[in-house]
């Protein structure tokens, strides 16, 4: 019978993060979800979708590398399998921390028509950013984004989960201001409405916590007049 030998030293499997590797940040109310969510499961891979919505919520919006982290830890998978399942899907923010609100312009086939491309060019000189970018008081970031599936309402902008089409500089121009001033249709909000989807109502926690939840995402829907 031949021998096993063995070159060099074992490759270690990858192997989820340990707590005391991290910095856990999940509220209370966050472990809550995430347990009630592993409810639906057969085992905690399959929650990975949803715990990384938790975690765009409880991290402000962005999937940090100590985001994904706490979501491997919590469900016990590595941070590359995690990471790999964040960074496939573009509703993750995982490429730098967004603003408050998240502008996203549709620039495909109806919208480019109904002339989108020079609305784009006036939001990114009345922000003073292009696409990918947030502005410096942290307020608003500005996405291209593929067909938004809302043709007959050319040009189309999504700001949280509510679409503003038709739009024109005008439109624009009260939406921002409302904007400025609105704390609904933000990027917490919208995570968290995600979150409540899958979840249903939860009594938050009554325990003390080191954690409080940041996440007290305010809903509603913004009106703006498209009569001006």
């Known amino acids: 019978m031949s021998e096993f030998v ?4 074992v490759n270690e499997r990858p192997r989820p993060p340990r707590a005391d590797e991290l910095q856990l940040q999940f509220s209370d109310l966050a472990i809550a979800e995430l347990n009630q969510l592993l409810t639906h499961y057969p085992d905690k891979k399959s929650a990975i979708l949803p715990g990384l919505w938790i975690a765009q919520r409880e991290y402000n919006g962005y999937l940090s590398g100590e985001a ?11 941070y590359a399998e995690v990471e790999g399942v964040a960074t496939f899907y573009s509703m993750y923010n995982t490429k730098h921390a967004v603003g408050q609100h998240m502008i996203e312009v549709c620039t495909c086939l109806s ?29 608003f970031t500005l996405h291209e984004v593929e067909c938004l599936n809302a043709c007959d309402r050319a040009p189309v902008l999504q700001v949280g989960d509510q679409y503003h089409g038709p739009v024109d500089e005008a439109y ?10 609105s704390d609904v249709n933000t990027v917490t ?10 979840t249903g109502p939860l009594t938050e926690p009554t325990s003390p916590t080191t954690n409080p939840t940041p996440t007290a995402a305010k809903r509603g829907r913004l009106k703006v007049d498209a009569t001006g």
């Open 189 to 198: 909000q919208m995570a968290d409405c995600i979150v409540k989807v899958q």
């Open 68 to 78: 994904i982290a706490e979501v491997a830890y919590r469900l016990e998978r590595s």
């Open 6 to 9: 063995q070159l060099g030293s």
């Open 111 to 139: 919208c480019q028509v109904c002339g989108v491309y020079p609305l784009a060019q006036y939001i990114k000189k009345k922000l003073g950013i292009n696409f990918g970018e947030t502005t410096e008081d942290g307020m």
């Open 172 to 181: 624009v121009d009260r939406l921002i201001e409302q904007l400025r001033t």
